[in-house]
């Protein structure tokens, strides 16, 4: 198993380009979320989605859009990128039950707004 | 809401000596606990987990941690540390949801020979 990728794993952008944060993983998970991690802060949940088709936004999640078609793949978009959207990116998978589960963290991706 | 609280930004340790790592948490109900851990570079590695049960759990690399209701902290803690062991430590608590994690703001070991 790949567990989570993320792709890229560095970007750099100027003030109101678009781009698109991919994410994915073979576990099967129903359970997905992007965060994002800025120093001081931890990190920050963006959105979330609970299976193939349902999405829901996190505790920062303006200026990004989420969906999820498929189990496997869960990507981020950013439509206007602005100089605050510098951090770094985590995407993380888990199962979905009952009870909470652990959550499974990819490699993450460093973005750069110019 | 639910939060957690790392009191200590940056703590230095000297190789061998011993570990405490504070994580205070605010929830309504039983919380579920995480330690993880964020290597230079790296995605986080779960070290430990509390659900239920045995108030002092143990987790990987030799690490533990022990749930106090009381004082409402599930701090993590090892016996001697190693210079591998420099990283950042984040404790996260889980939302009413079961899934929403919250992450506290994390402690930045640093570890000299």
């Known amino acids: 198993n790949a567990g989570v990728t993320q792709t890229p794993k560095f970007q750099v952008l100027k003030t109101g380009q678009s781009m698109t944060l991919q994410c994915a993983q073979d576990m099967n998970h129903e359970y997905m979320s992007w965060y994002r991690q800025d120093p001081g802060m931890g990190l920050r949940l963006i959105h979330y989605s609970v299976g193939a088709g349902i999405t829901d936004q996190g505790e920062v999640p303006n200026g990004y859009n989420v969906s999820r078609s498929t189990t496997e793949d869960f990507p981020l978009r950013l439509l206007s990128a602005a100089p605050s959207q510098t951090s770094v990116y985590f995407c993380?998978?888990?199962?979905?039950?009952?009870?909470?589960?652990?959550?499974?963290f990819g490699p993450g991706t460093r973005l750069l707004v110019l | 809401a639910q939060s957690v609280t790392q009191p200590d930004i940056h703590i230095t340790v000297s190789e061998g000596a011993s570990l405490e790592l504070r994580c205070n948490y605010s929830y309504g109900a039983t919380p579920y606990l995480f330690w993880y851990v964020q290597s230079p570079g790296q995605g986080l590695q779960l070290l430990l987990k509390y659900f239920s049960g045995d108030t002092l759990v143990q987790g990987i690399k030799g690490f533990e941690a022990e749930f106090k209701r009381s004082q409402s902290s599930f701090n993590l803690r090892k016996p001697s540390v190693h210079w591998s062991d420099a990283a950042e430590y984040f404790c996260?608590?889980?939302?009413?949801?079961?899934?929403?994690?919250?992450f506290g703001t994390g402690t930045s070991l640093t570890v000299i020979p």
């Open positions: 996260a608590v889980v939302g009413d949801t079961g899934n929403q994690f919250y």
């Open positions: 993380a998978s888990s199962y979905s039950g009952g009870a909470p589960e652990t959550q499974y």
